[in-house]
């Protein structure tokens, strides 16, 4: 499985932006989509996942209300919405695809390249 994430930017403290992510592969799309970010000189982080379906979404308290995870099979997508970012926003985000509904990067079997996401103050 390969993954691509894209979408990222420059953008103002209370813009929005939507990274999308891009499955290929024997097996595309079949299992849980997570979004994990990592700032300079921090550990990676747990944004979000969604299930198979798209009938489960789990957020971290951080993005909670502001991001939107969704997916759309048919295309092999997955999408974060992002709104009323913050500069604590900034990082680089990944998506990456698993088969266990759990925040542990660990768990994760295939991982995008990343996508920058600045927010400016």
């Known amino acids: 499985v390969q993954l691509q994430a894209s979408g990222g930017g420059l953008v103002q403290a209370g813009g929005s932006l939507r990274l999308s992510c891009a499955a290929s592969?024997?097996?595309?799309?079949?299992?849980?989509m997570g979004w994990f970010r990592q700032a300079p000189g921090k550990e990676r982080e747990f944004v979000g996942l969604?299930?198979?379906?798209?009938?489960?979404?789990y957020y971290a308290d951080s993005v909670k209300g502001r991001f939107t995870i969704s997916r759309d099979n048919a295309k092999n997508m997955v999408y974060l919405q992002m709104n009323s970012l913050k500069p604590e926003d900034t990082a680089v985000y990944y998506c990456?695809?698993?088969?266990?509904?759990?925040?542990?990067?660990?768990?994760?079997?295939?991982w995008g390249q990343g996508t920058q996401v600045t927010v400016s103050s």
């Open positions: 990456a695809t698993g088969t266990r509904l759990t925040t542990a990067a660990s768990a994760y079997d295939y």
């Open positions: 592969g024997r097996t595309v799309l079949s299992g849980v």
């Open positions: 969604i299930s198979w379906s798209g009938s489960s979404t």
